[in-house]
């Protein structure tokens, strides 16, 4: 894990996120104390909007009954 001041992750974003891309975690810090933890996403394939029968399964509601965030557009029911 890397650990990453503010300032320093506001100066190296791009390079961060790169390792987090890679698999690494990235530990904020402020004053030397913890305040926010970036993670490598976990894509699942139904997240990924496709319509068709190659995604017939990826009609089930989701858990918490809510619409997941897609990038500031909703689209219904589409493949969640």
């Not at 990924?48 to 009609?59: L, N, Q, S, T, Y």
């Amino acid at each position: 894990m890397i650990s990453a001041g503010i300032k320093e992750v506001k100066n190296n974003l791009s390079r961060l996120l790169a390792r987090v891309k890679a698999g690494e975690e990235v530990l904020i810090t402020e004053r030397g104390r913890p305040v926010a933890r970036i993670v490598k996403e976990n894509v699942h394939p139904c997240s990924i909007v496709a319509f068709g029968p190659e995604r017939a399964d990826c009609v089930a509601e989701p858990e918490h009954h809510e619409r997941p965030y897609l990038g500031g557009r909703s689209l219904g029911k589409a493949c969640f």
